[in-house]
């Protein structure tokens, strides 16, 4: 164990202690180049097992153009970020979301039931 000693320290001297512990924080997250990485193409067997679907689905997702995908020669290619995003906006909301959602139209409406 160690020994703990307690000294005084001036203002400026803990404002520069505060600020070198702070800086060494946040150069030790700074976030690797794995995690920076831009957008990940996928192609169709890729983002076939991205979403848990067979190929075939897939292509019918395109066909219908219900699935965001870009097309390069006789190949598709689909961004990761943009079909988690496509995912997401197929979320059912929630209860407490809607009736929030209700209040504030309710609250938006002017008296006498005219808009």
Request: hydrophobic fraction near 35%; glycine fraction near 6%; proline fraction near 5%.
């Amino acid at each position: 164990m160690q020994a703990v000693t307690i000294t005084q320290i001036s203002p400026p001297e803990l404002e520069t202690l505060i600020e070198k512990t702070i800086s060494k924080c946040l150069s030790n997250n700074k976030p690797t180049p794995t995690q920076t990485a831009t957008d990940q193409l996928l192609t169709i067997s890729q983002v076939a097992e991205f979403l848990s679907l067979s190929v075939p689905t897939v292509y019918g997702l395109v066909s219908r153009s219900a699935i965001p995908c870009m097309k390069k020669g006789k190949r598709l290619y689909f961004s990761k970020d943009e079909v988690s995003d496509w995912i997401k906006t197929g979320k059912k909301k929630t209860i407490s979301e809607l009736s929030a959602e209700a209040d504030t139209y309710l609250l938006g409406q002017k008296k006498g039931g005219k808009i």
